[in-house]
C-alpha cells in the first residue's frame, strides 16, 4: 500500500502537466523561437510557422519544437523542413544552431549558417580524397548544428547544412544516459562528419541521409549506437566511420560514392562493431576496410565495385568476416594485409585481382568460401603470410596464373578443398604447403601442384585429374608425397 501510495504522486504530476500542455505559436504568439521557449513548460508544443529566424535556440526539458505543416515531401526533405528555417548567423558563435534538453523534441527544421562552411577547403580535401586532413577526434567537437549531450531527446525530419562543425554531434556524459532518438534528417555540406556519435553514447540513429560532409556522414568514437538504415554517400572520408573503442550496431546501411571507404573501422583493439547486412558500393577505397588493430564482426554485407578490396584489413586488425558477398572490385574481394582474419562461408566473385589475398605477415583461417571466376587468383598468399584453407570451391576457368598461389616464404595448410579451372597450375609453390585431401582438376593440362625452387611441400591424399604434370618439381628444397605409389624393385 505504501508503494502505490508512492507511485499516485508521480501519476498526478504526469496527468497534470497533460492537462495544463499547451500549444504555443511563432510568431503568431510570440515573435521569436527563444521567446516560446522562454514561456513554455514542460509538455508543451511549440509550433512554428514558415521562415527565417536568425537566432540560436536552447531547449527546456520536455519541450517540442515542430515546424507548422503536415508531411509532405519537398526537393530534399519534408516541405515544412525546408520552409523553416533556424539560421545560426544570428546567434552567438559559441553556441550550437540547437541545443536538446532531457525530452525534448525537434522535428521539421533547416538548421544552418552556425560557424563558417569553407567551400576552398572542402574541395581541396575531395580533390585529394581526404588524404591530408588532420585526424580529427571527434570527441571534442566545436560548435555543431544541433548538439545532444547527455540527454535522451528526439531529433527528427531536420535538414542539417553548411555547419562549420558537426551536423548533429552526440554526446554521452559519466553516470548519465544518453540514448536520444536520431531519425529522418538530412545531414550535408557540413564541415565535421553529418552525424557524430561519442563518449559513450547509445543513440540510435536510423534511416538518415548523409552526404558531402567534410568527414564521415556518420561518425563514432567510443560510443555503441544501433545505426540502420541510413544511406551514406559522396562523403570526403567514408559512409560510416568507426573508431577509437565504438562498437555500434551498423545495420542495413547504403554507403557509396563515398571518397574513402564506405564503412571505415580504425583505432585499438576495443573497437568492435558489428556491421551486418550493408551494401556498400563504388567507393574509392574499400566497400568496408578495417585499420588499426581495430576487432569487428563483419557478416551478410554486400560489397561490389569499390576502387580497392570489396573487404579490406591490416594493420594488426583481427576480423572475422562471414556470409559477405564480394563481387566487381577493383582489387581483392577480400584482402587480409599483415592482420588477422577468420573467413567463413563468403561469396567472391569476379573481382579484378584475387578472391582472397593473404599478404604480410597475416595468419587468416578461410573457411567453406566460394571463389569463382577471380581475374589473377582465388587465393593469393604473396609474402609471408600463414593460412588455413579447409573446404573452400575455388574456380577459374581461362587465363595463365594459378588458382592459388603461395609465394615468399609464405605457410600454407589445404585440407579438403575443390580447385578447379585453367591457368599454369591448380597450385603455385615458392613457400610451405601442406596439402591433404584437395580435389585439383585442370582444364587445360600444365601442373597440379608446381613446386618452385626453395618450396616444401608434403602432399597427401589429393586427387589431381587433367594436368600433364600432377606434381611438378622444379627444384624445390623438399617435395614429399606421402602416398605416392612406389616403383616396383627390380626383380632379381
Known amino acids: ?23 504555443l505559436h511563432v510568431p503568431k504568439d510570440h515573435p521569436t523561437i527563444s521567446a516560446a521557449i522562454e514561456k513554455g513548460q514542460s509538455g508543451d508544443v511549440i509550433l512554428v510557422a514558415p521562415g527565417t529566424y536568425r537566432e540560436r535556440i536552447e531547449l527546456k526539458p520536455n519541450l517540442t519544437l515542430r515546424s507548422l505543416g503536415g508531411d509532405e515531401r519537398g526537393k530534399l526533405g519534408l516541405k515544412r523542413a525546408e520552409a523553416t528555417i533556424i539560421d545560426g548567423s544570428g546567434g552567438q558563435a559559441d553556441h550550437p544552431g540547437v541545443t536538446m534538453a532531457e525530452g525534448a523534441g525537434l522535428d521539421g527544421f533547416t538548421v544552418t549558417g552556425v560557424g563558417t562552411y569553407d567551400q576552398v577547403k572542402w574541395q581541396k580535401a575531395w580533390d585529394e580524397k581526404g588524404e591530408n586532413q588532420s585526424h580529427e577526434h571527434i570527441g571534442g567537437f566545436g560548435v555543431p548544428g544541433i548538439a545532444i549531450t547527455a540527454v535522451n531527446c528526439l531529433v527528427r525530419h531536420n535538414i542539417i547544412h553548411h555547419i562549420g562543425d558537426t551536423g548533429i554531434a552526440i554526446r554521452g556524459a559519466k553516470g548519465k544516459q544518453s ?43 567510443n560510443a555503441s549506437p544501433v545505426v540502420r538504415g541510413n544511406v551514406c554517400h559522396g562523403n570526403v572520408r ?114 579484378k585481382t584475387a578472391g582472397i589475398g593473404i599478404s604480410g605477415k597475416s595468419n ?46 609464405s605457410k600454407t595448410i589445404l585440407t579438403g578443398n575443390t580447385i578447379k579451372g ?10 610451405r604447403l601442406d596439402a591433404f585431401g584437395n580435389s585439383i582438376e585442370g582444364q587445360n593440362g600444365a601442373n597440379g601442384i608446381l613446386a618452385r625452387e626453395g618450396s616444401e611441400a608434403v602432399l597427401s591424399g589429393n586427387a589431381i585429374k587433367g594436368y600433364r604434370t600432377p606434381v ?15 616403383k616396383d624393385a627390380p626383380s632379381k
Open 364 to 409: 587468416a583461417s578461410v573457411i567453406e568460401n566460394t571463389c569463382l571466376e577471380n581475374r589473377l587468383v582465388a587465393v593469393g598468399i604473396p609474402n609471408g603470410g600463414e593460412a588455413l584453407l579447409h573446404g573452400n570451391t575455388l574456380v577459374r576457368t581461362g587465363g595463365m596464373p594459378p588458382i592459388v598461389a603461395i609465394f615468399g616464404d
Open 238 to 351: 567514408a559512409g560510416i566511420g568507426i573508431s577509437e573503442g565504438a562498437s555500434p550496431l551498423v545495420r542495413k546501411n547504403r554507403c557509396y560514392g563515398n571518397r574513402r571507404a564506405g564503412i571505415g573501422i580504425r583505432t585499438g583493439k576495443e573497437t568492435r562493431p558489428i556491421v551486418e547486412d550493408n551494401n556498400c558500393y563504388e567507393n574509392e577505397m574499400a566497400g568496408i576496410g578495417c585499420d588499426e588493430e581495430a576487432s569487428p564482426v563483419i557478416r551478410g554485407n554486400r560489397c561490389e565495385r569499390n576502387k580497392l578490396a570489396g573487404i579490406g584489413v591490416r594493420s594488426n586488425s583481427a576480423a572475422y568476416i562471414l556470409e559477405n558477398h564480394c563481387h566487381e572490385n577493383g582489387a581483392a574481394g577480400i584482402g587480409i594485409s599483415t592482420a588477422g582474419a577468420v573467413i567463413v562461408r563468403n561469396q567472391i566473385e569476379n573481382n
Open 472 to 486: 611438378s618439381n622444379q627444384n624445390a628444397k623438399s617435395v614429399v608425397e606421402v602416398d605416392k605409389p612406389k
Open 422 to 431: 585453367g591457368g599454369i597450375a591448380g597450385i603455385m609453390l615458392s613457400g
Open 1 to 23: 500500500m505504501k508503494r502505490l501510495q508512492n507511485i499516485f504522486p508521480v501519476l498526478s504530476l504526469s496527468a497534470l502537466q497533460l492537462l495544463n500542455a499547451a500549444e
Open 179 to 221: 540514448s536520444p532518438l536520431v531519425i529522418e534528417n538530412i545531414c550535408y555540406r557540413n564541415m565535421g562528419g553529418g552525424i557524430g556519435s561519442m563518449m559513450g553514447s547509445t543513440a540510435v540513429i536510423e534511416q538518415n541521409h548523409c552526404f558531402e560532409n567534410f568527414y564521415a556522414g556518420i561518425g563514432h568514437n
